[in-house]
């Protein structure tokens, strides 16, 4: 891919874009780590019995979908 | 016909005006990324909505009679272009060191609102700065549709945010921290001003502020400590998990969209001039006559384009707009032209406010001065109707400009009708400007106002302001007269 941004991304901003990038990068593992901790819950409550019984709330499975979703 | 002067700074093609036409021509190399782009969701949606300039790709028979013609041979030779668009053409061009800082505001707004929504597509802005967005019918569009480039999956960075800082968010906290303009800052700056130019202006304490911290002081420390030769840091950053990139650049979006948000230039600011309508002179008769005959003379020449000149707060220009005319409105005062905008936004009414002082108007910009065409030229000859209410003495005392040469320029700027207002040196904010002047405009009156019209413009009718030293004058322009 051929990129044709000519710009002056500057250096001082480029830089702290990186190190910010970096920071949200260890919050979306976070953010991961949390849903999978749930989903797992999740899958463990559906074999025995049904989750709200427990008093879990299921995500919509419309909303799950989009989460997963890579582009 | 002269020549067209086209944009070269983008390797992706480049944009001229030509024989009245906004013509973009594209290479081979980024033709099919361009198409791809108008074919998605956020181009169609935005194109519909009026914030994205429209784009019709021309056929082989056009392209064939354009490659013909002697002004446009060059440009299809050193661009090697395989396909030309052609742009609906923005009314009255405009630009960013005119716009107060209202308009710039509502341009970074607009930028950011696409590069969020061709994130979702699969494309990224590859340039934020606000020469991409152009004023018309009271809403800011962006005009330069070749700025959108497919973007890699995997790359969490955006290489265009250093220039949306800079062009954006650098000068809107400037306006708000030291009150400075647009104009101060593009009219000699073409990429906005860097964080190191406002670190120079901050404080001790202000440097750690939360705002100058992360926009101004960390770029600054950072660019101080970097080594500047280091190549590493403007190679791209790719990441195995494409959704963890993705995730990294919406929410840069949405840090620098409340950083913008935190910027928005407050409703009511107060300038020498803004509060000019509730402070002026004229008892309500003599206002109530005013009114009525700026009403009565759009309402005999509908004029279908309309300048202001000395808008203040645009209560004329509404006026114009209401009568169902385009307006540009003009003002030295940033504020004055904000407050228009404002208004006009909340009215929907269609107004161009700017930010220009009519007696050191912009000048042409840009490499050669052939980037950015100067006021005056963009002016001359393109309005039906102006209104030069309340100016004169301003450009006669203060400006100390020849009566004359007011109007030969009212005379180069409408096509058919002049709405003036004199004003007798023996007014009383005449006399304020003058300050122990009097003597240099003894000779002006009534009378040799009329004379000095002659030439130019044939007298339709004038009305004495009741109580008052002022006298409305509607003008008709003489053809053929001496310009």
């Given at each position: 891919m051929t990129i044709l941004a000519y710009v002056d991304p500057g250096m001082g901003a480029l830089v702290w874009q990186t190190v910010v990038a970096a920071f949200v990068g260890f919050v979306f593992y976070l953010k991961e780590t949390r849903r999978w901790i749930v989903n797992m819950f999740l899958k463990i409550f559906r074999r025995g019995q049904k989750p709200q019984d427990a008093g879990l709330k299921i995500p919509p499975a419309e909303k799950v979908e989009a989460e997963t979703d890579v582009r | 016909m002269s020549l067209p002067a086209p944009s070269f700074r983008d390797p992706a093609g480049c944009c001229c005006v030509f024989d009245g036409r906004v013509l973009r021509f594209v290479t081979a190399e980024a033709l099919p990324e361009f198409e791809n782009f108008l074919q998605t969701d956020c181009a169609r949606k935005f194109t519909a909505a009026k914030k994205l300039v429209p784009s019709r790709k021309l056929n082989e028979t056009e392209i064939a009679k354009l490659r013909g013609t002697p002004g446009l041979k060059t440009i299809f030779a050193a661009q090697k272009t395989v396909a030309v668009f052609e742009h609906e053409r923005i009314s009255f061009q405009n630009f960013p060191h005119e716009w107060p800082p209202e308009m710039l505001w509502a341009a970074g707004k607009l930028t950011l609102e696409l590069a969020q929504a061709a994130l979702t597509d699969g494309?990224?802005?590859?340039d934020a700065t606000p020469n991409n967005v152009l004023f018309c019918g009271g809403g800011p569009v962006?005009?330069?549709?070749?700025s959108f480039e497919r973007r890699n999956?995997?790359?969490?960075?955006?290489?265009?945010h250093a220039q949306f800082v800079r062009t954006f968010l650098l000068p809107l906290l400037a306006n708000r921290r030291w009150n400075l303009q647009p104009a101060e800052i593009f009219t000699t700056r073409r990429d906005g001003i860097e964080p190191e130019e406002i670190y120079r202006f901050c404080g001790a304490l202000e440097k750690f502020s939360p705002r100058t911290l992360s926009l101004v002081s960390i770029p600054t420390w950072l660019s101080r400590k970097?080594?500047?030769?280091?190549?590493k840091i403007y190679q791209p950053h790719l990441l195995a998990d494409a959704k963890k990139a993705r995730f990294i650049l919406e929410s840069l979006f949405k840090r620098v969209e409340r950083q913008l948000d935190s910027l928005k230039p407050p409703a009511k600011k107060k300038s020498g001039w803004s509060g000019y309508m509730e402070t002026h002179s004229y008892g309500d008769p003599a206002f109530a006559a005013k009114e009525k005959f700026v009403r009565e003379a759009l309402q005999e020449f509908k004029p279908a384009r309309v300048l202001d000149a000395?808008?203040?707060?645009g209560h004329f220009s509404a006026l114009a707009a209401q009568s169902g005319a385009e307006v540009v409105a003009v003002d030295l005062d940033a504020a004055c032209a904000g407050a228009i905008w404002n208004r006009a936004r909340k009215e929907k009414l269609n107004i161009l406010p700017l930010a220009v002082n009519l007696a050191r108007p912009s000048p042409a910009l840009g490499w050669r001065n052939n980037e950015q065409a100067s006021f005056l030229d963009r002016a001359?000859?393109?309005?039906d109707g102006v209104l030069m209410l309340a100016l004169i003495h301003h450009l006669l005392v203060?400006?100390?400009?020849?009566l004359e040469e007011i109007l030969r320029l009212a005379y180069q700027l409408t096509n058919q009708l002049l709405v003036i207002e004199f004003i007798e040196p023996q007014d009383a904010m005449f006399r304020r400007l003058t300050r122990g002047r009097e003597g240099l405009h003894a000779s002006l009156d009534a009378a040799a106002f009329e004379r000095a019209c002659a030439p130019h413009f044939e007298i339709v009718r004038s009305l004495a302001l009741p109580g008052t030293q002022r006298r409305m004058y509607c003008l008709s322009k003489r053809k053929g007269g001496a310009g």
């Open positions: - | 494309f990224c802005l590859k962006f005009i330069d549709a070749l999956p995997h790359d969490p960075l955006w290489m265009a970097t080594n500047p030769d280091n190549e000395g808008a203040n707060t001359a000859g393109s309005f203060t400006e100390r400009i020849p």
